[in-house]
């Protein structure tokens, strides 16, 4: 289970609940809730959780890795929030690879994050559905269906959903860092 992980990795790491509130700025007793999976982190949660103990946010949410190079489109790794409006699948057979990619589905009017995110690497998308406005930095890009934009994710960045139906996109990120 998540918690589970979130806990075996803190340990791994030899932190306190208290080292890890003040790296990842939720407290203790949030915390303590997620790891003994008595609520579920938001997605901003997991992935500042997932960042203060420098590992990918999927690391959390996926099961043993598999040996097969191929990812059959019924045995993806699928991160959902309660009451997010946003879904990623895994594309890539796990995250010890040198490239992580991933398919995400974005719901009309919905963004990725609450404040423009960064983490190491290189990112390069392909919108497959919809529109998308993607900032990055101080600038700001508007894609449509079969548009790619490859940027430095170092550089803050955040995306939206445009127009009536789903934004589905995919995302090759290197290093791993979802």
């Not at 075996?8 to 790891?35: I, P």
């Not at 997991?46 to 598999?66: G, T």
């Not at 990055?136 to 430095?152: K, M, Q, R, T």
């Amino acid at each position: 289970m998540l918690g589970e992980k979130v806990r075996a990795k803190r340990m791994e790491k030899q932190l306190t609940l208290k080292d890890l509130a003040e790296r990842t700025g939720v407290t203790q007793g949030f915390l303590s809730q997620v790891e003994r999976d008595l609520t579920d982190p938001s997605i901003t949660s997991l992935r500042r959780i997932a960042h203060a103990l420098d590992v990918p946010i999927f690391y959390f949410l996926m099961d043993e890795a598999k040996s097969s190079p191929v990812v059959r489109k019924n045995e993806r790794q699928v991160l959902k929030f309660p009451d997010s409006h946003l879904t990623f699948e895994l594309l890539s057979p796990d995250l010890n690879r040198s490239l992580e990619m991933m398919m995400a589905r974005l719901e009309p009017g919905a963004v990725t994050c609450e404040e423009p995110l960064t983490h190491p690497g290189e990112e390069n998308i392909l919108v497959i559905q919809g529109q998308m406005k993607i900032q990055i930095g101080e600038d700001i890009h508007i894609l449509a269906e079969g548009d790619s934009i490859y940027y430095f994710s170092s550089i803050p960045h955040k995306i939206w959903s445009m127009g009536q139906e789903d934004l589905v996109f995919i995302s090759a990120i290197t290093p791993p860092a979802f």
